[in-house]
């Protein structure tokens, strides 16, 4: 018997990355926040690996006007936040691909499993910069 059918293991795997790219990672020394608060989750605070982080830091867009810089920092910071997928030797690849549109981004993560299948995430509804211009 198998403890997940391919339709719930696939819905497992799109859970992990949208926790990983919406859960808000603390900030980092060097990055310019618009207040003092640098928010993430406590646990970070106590790592069981070090420098090993939950989250990601695309909060920090959340006031910036989408410019091609905005674009080039979501796609940063997604690659960022998915990058122990990889590194803890779950899937084979990860691409991630941030589009502009008129008034948002959109996030593109396609996941190469480690037998070759593709699994796309699209964020086109679960987080957006809105165009404040």
Known sequence: MELFTDEATEQAWRRA???SLLTW????????LDDDERYGWWGDTFPTVERDR???????LRRRT???DTVR??????R???????????????????????????LLVVLTMRDG???DIQLDTLWQVINAV
């Not at 920092?73 to 997604?78: G, L």
């Not at 998915?82 to 981004?105: C, F, K, P, Q």
């Open 80 to 106: 960022e936040s998915l990058a122990w997928l990889g590194d803890d030797d779950r899937v084979r690849a990860v691409t991630v691909t941030a589009s502009r549109r008129i008034n948002r981004l959109d």
């Open 117 to 119: 299948s593709l699994i």
């Open 17 to 19: 990355v949208v926790i």
């Open 25 to 32: 990672r603390r900030a980092e020394d060097g990055d310019v």
């Open 73 to 78: 920092d979501a796609e940063s910071f997604a």
């Open 54 to 60: 939950i989250g990601s830091r695309l909060w920090q």
């Open 66 to 68: 989408l410019t091609d």
